[in-house]
């Protein structure tokens, strides 16, 4: 990528944790405080339909049970995704990813998309979200960001939709971790905060990345990335970050 068309800061799962995350609640509550970029989590349900859901399991953020990626969308959707939070959500359905792409297109926002399959179905999970993701923004100035902790999701969303960037999520600086983003056509490489340093920064950058940050919630924090020199910021705490 010639030139970085993102924002910095970017709403983790739509508005942190001031609402039920994954949700199209989630987003519009995030752009209530003015961000214009938002970080999801995709999977496939057991149909092969995109759909938002950080966890595998269905217990922490559903009235549902079981692994979310057995069930057909014509049970997940039925599912309430709000009533774990707060009495205000209760009733917020689980969105696919056609319906956050309709929400965004139609906004002008910006996405990252985490591709976060259910175990064993790696592959075809990054396949899919990337092939679903390409006929969605077709026609865009701007496409989303598709990122993974899992290589092989990465690979498979490379060989579906290889125009679409790619990132490569860590939280340890793994053996071959940079020679994997460059195998992976990646255009960037998204930390776990602590991990940035002067030296892994100039790394990644002299690679030709873009640095980027999870989930960072402190001031002193977001003022040590900037001063790093990185590109995006993911935070819970939209109250507190003006992305402006």
Same mark, same amino acid.
């Given at each position: ?27 519009? *509550?995030?752009?209530?405080?003015? !961000? ?22 269905? %217990? ?42 309709? !929400? ?24 899919? *979200?990337?092939? %679903? ?53 990646? *255009? ?37 990335? /900037? ?6 910021? /993911? ?10």
């Amino acid at each position: 990528m010639a030139e970085w068309p993102y924002p910095r800061w970017i709403a983790h799962r739509g508005a942190g944790k001031l609402a039920p995350e994954n949700t199209l609640a989630a987003f519009r *509550v995030g752009a209530s405080y003015g !961000y214009r970029m938002f970080e999801c989590d995709a999977k496939l349900s057991a149909d092969g339909v995109p759909f938002l859901m950080h966890d595998a399991t269905l %217990e922490r953020t559903t009235n549902g049970h079981g692994t979310g990626g057995d069930k057909p969308w014509s049970e997940l959707s039925q599912l309430d995704a709000g009533s774990w939070h707060s009495r205000t959500y209760a009733g917020e359905p689980l969105p696919t990813m056609a319906a956050l792409a309709r !929400y965004c297109i139609h906004n002008g926002w910006f996405l990252n998309i985490e591709i976060k399959p259910t175990p064993g179905v790696e592959a075809r999970t990054g396949a899919v *979200v990337a092939a %679903e993701a390409q006929r969605l923004w077709a026609g865009q100035a701007v496409q989303p960001l598709l990122t993974s902790f899992r290589p092989d999701a990465l690979e498979g969303a490379q060989r579906a939709a290889p125009a679409l960037p790619r990132g490569l999520l860590l939280d340890t600086l793994w053996k071959g971790w940079l020679e994997t983003a460059l195998t992976l056509d990646c *255009v960037a490489i998204v930390c776990n905060q602590n991990l940035w340093d002067v030296s892994t920064v100039t790394q990644a950058k002299s690679a030709g990345f873009r640095c980027l940050s999870y989930t960072v919630n402190d001031e002193w924090a977001a003022e040590r990335l /900037i001063e790093l020199g990185t590109d995006g910021i /993911i935070t819970d705490r939209v109250d507190l970050f003006s992305p402006a």
